[in-house]
C-alpha cells in the first residue's frame, strides 16, 4: 500500500523516444563507481539516531553537517564554502509566540497548544464579539458583515486530500485557504476556526508545527511579522459555545524573535577544460529533517532518511564519479541547511554564492527519491510554467532513455496540482534567478515527514537507479561545448 497510494492517484505516463533518443546510448566514463552498497552504508550513518533528526538551526544539524564536511574530504572534493573551508554559516530569524500570549473566550482562558493554536501569527490585542458563520454563508458575506469582526466557523475538509496533501499539519493550511483568506480580505478582525473531524486527527502534528513558528534568514523581507489578523484554532469542544452566538474573544498575542545558526556545505571538483572550467554545474541537497518530535509507535526522532538523507548520499556517489573521471566543467556539491525551515540555505546560497552567480549553468536538485513504485519517478520543472530551459530537459529525457527508463509522472509539476511542491524544494531560488533548474524525486509517501522515514524502509535499487540518472544528466550538462539555454521570456509565476 505504501508503495502505490500516490501512484494510484497519479496519472503516470511513459516518456516515449524524442528527438535525441534516436542518438545511441552512451554511458558517462564512471558509471561503475556508483554502488548501491556505497548508499546504503552512508545513508544508514546519515539517517542515524546519533544525529537526532538534524533539525535546522540546531546543534544537530551543525554535527551533521561537519560529519558531510568530512565526506566531502574524504571523496576529495574541494572547499568551496567561506574562509577556505567547506561551510558557509548563516544566520536563521525565528518569530514565535511567546509563552506570556493568552487567549480566552468567554473569559475562560485556553491552554496553548492543546486547546488553542495560531496558525498565522499577528502581534494584536483582540476583544472583541465572535460572529459564527456556516461555511455556506461565506460566499455571501459582505464586507460591510465582515469588516472588523471575529469571524468563526467550523473547519471543512473540502479539496483536502488526505493522500496527497502530507504531513497532516497541511490540513490547516487548504482550510485556511479556502475559508479564511477571503475572510480576512473582507476586513476581518480574527478568523477562528473549529476543529472538525479531520482537525482533530490532525491537531497533535499540526500544533507542535505551529508553536515552532515561522523563519527567515537574515535580511529576508519575512524577518518581522506583518500579518495584522490572526488565524486562530479551537478544539471541536468549542463549538457548542461559540453557536450561541453570544461568544467574544479576548486575545493578547506576542510575537517574539530571536536568531540562531545554519550552515551550507558546498564542495567543488575543477573542469579540465580552460574556458569551461569557469562555468558550474551545482548539484543541490539539503542536511535538516525534522528533529525530534511527536512520537510514531513510541520513536520521536524524525530521521529524514528519504527527507533528505537520499540525495545527500546521492550526491556523495556521483562527486566520486566525476573525482574518478573529471568533467570539462566544475562542479559544485551544495548540501543546504534549513530547507525545512523554508528554503533556507538556498536562498542564502543563491544571494550569496561563493562562485560568480551567473557562471552556474545548471541546478539540479533532489528532494527523495529512495520510495514509492521501483520503475516510477517525477522531475519537476519539465513543463510550463515551471520549465526554464528546453535544451535541459531534452537531457533529462535522452539520460532517462538511455539509463533508467522511468516512467514519469506529470501530474505532481503542473501549477493546478494542489501541492505546488514544485514551489517547496531547494531549486527554487536558483530558478528565480532565471538559472536552469530540475527537481528530481519519487514522490511523496505515508512515511514523509515521520519517524518512519527510516534507513531501513529506503528502496536502495531504486535510489541507485535515480542516482545513476542525475549523474547522467549532469555529465551531458558539464561537457556538453554550450550551456543549456534559457527558455525565453521565462518568467516563473506561482
Keep these: 500500500m505504501k508503495k502505490t497510494l500516490i501512484l494510484f492517484q497519479l496519472l503516470v505516463v511513459s516518456i516515449g523516444l524524442n528527438a535525441q533518443s534516436i542518438l545511441p546510448k552512451v554511458n558517462p ?12 552504508k552512508d545513508l544508514y550513518a546519515l539517517a542515524d539516531a546519533h544525529f537526532k533528526g538534524r533539525s535546522g538551526g540546531s546543534i544537530d544539524e551543525l554535527k551533521a553537517a561537519m560529519w558531510i ?36 473566550i468567554n473569559n475562560q482562558s485556553l491552554k496553548w497548544w492543546s486547546e488553542v493554536a495560531v496558525a498565522q501569527m499577528a502581534n494584536c490585542n483582540i476583544n472583541a464579539p465572535i460572529l459564527y458563520v456556516n461555511k455556506d454563508d461565506i460566499a455571501g458575506l459582505s464586507v460591510e458583515n465582515v469588516k472588523g469582526k471575529v469571524i468563526a466557523m467550523e473547519a471543512d475538509p473540502a479539496m483536502y486530500n488526505p493522500a496527497v496533501s502530507l504531513p497532516s499539519w497541511r490540513y490547516a ?26 482537525g482533530e486527527q490532525t491537531w497533535e502534528d499540526a500544533s507542535a508545527n505551529f508553536k515552532r513558528g515561522a523563519y527567515e534568514v537574515d535580511g529576508g523581507p519575512a524577518m518581522s511579522i506583518t500579518n495584522t489578523v490572526p488565524v486562530i484554532w479551537v478544539r471541536s469542544t468549542a463549538k457548542n459555545v461559540l453557536q450561541k452566538g453570544d461568544a467574544f474573544l479576548k486575545a493578547n498575542i506576542i510575537i517574539e524573535q530571536y536568531d540562531y545558526p545554519s550552515v551550507n556545505i558546498i564542495g567543488k571538483l575543477e573542469g579540465t577544460d ?86 552556474i549553468v545548471t541546478v539540479l536538485n533532489a528532494d527523495m527519491i ?84 527510516n534507513a531501513e524502509r529506503i528502496d536502495y535499487a531504486k535510489l541507485k537507479k535515480m542516482t545513476d540518472w542525475m549523474y547522467r544528466l549532469g555529465w551531458k550538462v558539464a561537457n556538453a561545448p554550450k550551456r543549456p539555454a534559457k527558455e525565453t521570456g521565462f518568467k516563473l509565476e506561482r
Design 274 to 359: 580552460p574556458k569551461l572550467s569557469k562555468e558550474y554545474l551545482l548539484y543541490s541537497g539539503h542536511t535538516d529533517a525534522h528533529g525530534i518530535r511527536n512520537p510514531v509507535n513510541g520513536d520521536s526522532i524524525y530521521y529524514g532518511a528519504d527527507d533528505n538523507a537520499s540525495i545527500d548520499v546521492a550526491m556523495f556517489a556521483i562527486a566520486r564519479a566525476f573525482k574518478k573521471n573529471p568533467s570539462k566543467r566544475s562542479v559544485l556539491f551544495v548540501i543546504h541547511g534549513a530547507e525545512e525551515r523554508g528554503l533556507l540555505g538556498s536562498k542564502w546560497y543563491a544571494g550569496h554564492s561563493t562562485v560568480p552567480i551567473n557562471n
Design 29 to 40: 566514463p564512471a558509471l561503475a563507481s556508483i554502488k548501491e552498497s556505497d548508499l546504503k
Design 370 to 453: 529512495g520510495r514509492n513504485h521501483p520503475d516510477s519517478a517525477a522531475v519537476l520543472g519539465t513543463q510550463s510554467p515551471h520549465k526554464n530551459s528546453s535544451e535541459l530537459v531534452d537531457m533529462l529525457y535522452q539520460a532517462n532513455f538511455e539509463g533508467p527508463q522511468f516512467k514519469l509522472d506529470t501530474l505532481w509539476d503542473k501549477p493546478s496540482h494542489p501541492e505546488g511542491w514544485y514551489f517547496r524544494s531547494d531549486h527554487l531560488p536558483y530558478a528565480r534567478l532565471g538559472i536552469p533548474s530540475l527537481m528530481f524525486t519519487t514522490l511523496l509517501h505515508p512515511d514523509y515527514h515521520t519517524p518512519l522515514d
Design 173 to 198: 493550511r487548504s482550510v485556511q485557504a479556502r475559508y479564511g483568506n477571503p475572510l480576512i480580505a473582507k476586513g476581518a478582525l480574527a478568523i477562528v476556526f473549529v476543529a472538525d473531524e479531520i
Design 69 to 104: 564536511g568530512e565526506m566531502y574530504r574524504e571523496i576529495g572534493l574541494k572547499p568551496a564554502g567561506d574562509d577556505g573551508t567547506y561551510f558557509q554559516y548563516f544566520n536563521i530569524w525565528r518569530n514565535r509566540i511567546n509563552h506570556q500570549s493568552t487567549i480566552q
